[in-house]
């Protein structure tokens, strides 16, 4: 599927009245939870389409093209509004929040498993186990302060149990940067995922910056706090595999195509009807936006569209599914940090290395620290933490329900 082939209208037809950019919101005790992550992802999508647009313009010293600028962003604006209110007014923010983690597990999985750029796969499988614990943290704040089990909301195709804990994902900003890919080089795929999963962290970094202020609870409003952090670690190293010399109408070219494949996969994927309808209509928008950045491209640089995609055609298209043996096997390199730019065991650091120093400093006393917090309250309410889990867990070390370890992956104690 070539989307430059595809046929489009006009760009001023796409434009929505308030009827269409309010949607009927999908059912969620029906609907199917990868349903509600493709909604998530799809709407971090398009708040990246936005905002880049928005930073393009400000770097932008030619009327015209702010001018077209200005018109496609509008779309992905509306396209955004369309797409948040599939969320029904019934699913609390605790709810989507778990649809949230579950993306990022799931979404990080099936990059990994396709993905052949050993630096981009590294980074996929260490942030794995980061999103993999939140959930976990998470569904026990939902068990304790709504008495709803995770396990039903994730379907049961994501294992809700402890990976790194959280207390341990608190590095040095400076060990969080990654080498970036070179465009000219890269696979094509490789290219989508650096925009792909950079977005999705994004949007789940941005719900709690805004969300961790309304939470009802001090321990819930620390948790979202704390796990903010660690999302901005992710969009750190997501953002810092993208190649940074492309041009802007480069990137904005890129931009249009991962939206196109990315609508195209959701399509192909979708098991609710209605909801297959919008992002067919979606596809169709951002293959007349691909042709506008294109067409830019081509005034402004004198670039075509193959001098900045290593392929014209989508590679294999996205699909969900359950992960679950995928994540046993990640979970084996659950006491690795990161160093500059490398993964390493935290039993390899020396004893006065910087990870050691910060991530003291920020939980001394650990017993403040909401995502160790969070397991305690639930063990004092329930007698044991709360967890899905299809067989037993693959660590020795984190088995035990009734204490929450907070040594893997922080002291050399716990190696694996
Ligand atoms: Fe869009
Ligand atoms: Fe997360
Ligand atoms: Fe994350
Ligand atoms: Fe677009």
Redesign the pocket.
């Known amino acids: 599927m070539k989307p430059l082939e595809m046929e489009t209208k006009n760009i001023e037809a796409y434009f929505m009245n308030w009827d269409m950019m309010y949607p009927k919101p999908y059912d969620k005790e029906t609907t199917s939870p990868f349903t509600k992550t493709r909604v998530i992802l799809m709407n971090g999508t398009e708040f990246e389409?936005n905002w880049f647009l928005h930073q393009f313009a400000r770097n932008c010293n030619d009327q015209d093209l702010r001018r077209e600028i200005a018109r496609?962003r509008a779309?992905?604006q509306q396209?955004q509004k369309r797409i948040s209110c599939l969320k029904p007014i019934n699913e609390n923010m605790l709810e989507t929040t778990i649809s949230y983690e579950q993306l990022a597990i799931e979404l990080t999985a099936i990059l990994a498993q396709n993905e052949k750029d050993i630096n981009n796969r590294n980074a996929l499988d260490f942030a794995l186990l980061e999103d993999f614990d939140h959930l976990y943290r998470f569904s026990n704040l939902l068990k304790t302060d709504f008495d709803i089990d995770a396990k039903h909301l994730v379907g049961a195709y994501t294992e809700i149990m402890p990976a790194r804990p959280t207390i341990s994902h608190h590095r040095h900003p400076l060990d969080n940067v990654r080498y970036p890919m070179d465009s000219r080089t890269a696979d094509a795929f490789s290219l989508l995922v650096g925009n792909i999963i950079t977005a999705a962290e994004q949007q789940t970094m941005n719900f709690y910056m805004n969300m961790a202020q309304m939470y009802k609870n001090h321990i819930g409003r620390q948790l979202f706090a704390e796990i903010g952090m660690v999302e901005e670690e992710h969009v750190t190293q997501y953002e810092s595999l993208k190649d940074p010399n492309c041009t802007w109408l480069e990137q904005w070219v890129m931009?249009?195509f991962t939206?196109c494949y990315l609508y195209f996969s959701m399509m192909n994927d979708e098991s609710d009807e209605y909801i297959r309808e919008i992002w067919a209509d979606h596809y169709e928008?951002?293959c007349a936006?691909?042709k506008k950045a294109v067409e830019m491209l081509e005034k402004y640089e004198g670039k075509r569209a193959e001098d900045v995609l290593p392929s014209l055609a989508f590679p294999k298209l996205l699909k969900f599914g359950s992960n679950i043996d995928y994540v046993r096997k990640v979970l084996k390199t659950a006491n690795y940090t990161s160093k500059l730019e490398e993964y390493v065991n935290v039993c390899d650091l020396d004893a006065n290395d910087r990870f050691f120093e910060y991530n003291y400093f920020l939980n001394n006393p650990k017993s403040h620290t909401a995502s160790h917090g969070v397991i305690n309250r639930t063990i004092d309410k329930l007698g044991r933490d709360y967890r899905f889990q299809v067989d037993e867990h693959p660590l020795d070390c984190l088995r035990d329900r009734m204490i929450d370890n907070t040594t893997l992956g922080r002291t050399p104690s716990d190696n694996l």
Do not use: F, I, N, P
């Open positions: 389409s496609v779309q992905e396209q931009h249009e939206e928008m951002e936006h691909l």
